[in-house]
């Protein structure tokens, strides 16, 4: 417990001391509120669908010529194995869990936008 003197203009008088009373941390928040799991969970599923396969092909292109970066790109299928493996241990099988829940609604968004825009630009070039 701490005192300090209250706010004024002039010099702390110190018969006005106030108490100050431990309050919830904000650091609870990120420890026991029950979404907080659930929405980094998503969240990080959601930047690990577009992150990772985007940071995996720019670092090939990097490093290597166009055609041996292109054979090696589907060695970026190894990193699905992090959402399993936090979905196996049971300390991380929430927040594991809705990752995956966010890589398969990002990829499922992702799909259904890029066909229905190729429908529509199909559409309007026949007619």
């Not at 990120?30 to 990080?44: I, K, S, V, Y």
């Not at 829940?101 to 968004?109: E, F, S, Y």
């Amino acid at each position: 417990m701490s005192t300090h003197a209250t706010e004024g203009n002039g010099p702390a008088n110190p018969t006005h001391m106030v108490e100050e009373t431990p309050g919830p941390s904000r650091d609870r928040w990120h420890r026991d509120h029950p979404t907080f799991t659930a929405l980094a969970g998503f969240f990080t599923g959601l930047m690990f669908v577009t992150v990772v396969p985007g940071g995996f092909a720019g670092l090939l292109r990097l490093l290597f010529d166009f055609d041996t970066a292109e054979r090696l790109f589907p060695i970026v299928a190894i990193a699905l194995v992090v959402p399993v493996a936090l979905v196996a241990n049971r300390r991380t099988r929430r927040f594991g869990t809705y990752m995956i829940i966010g890589m398969v609604l990002t990829a499922l968004v992702v799909l259904g936008v890029t066909s229905l825009v190729l429908y529509y630009m199909v559409r309007r070039q026949q007619g």
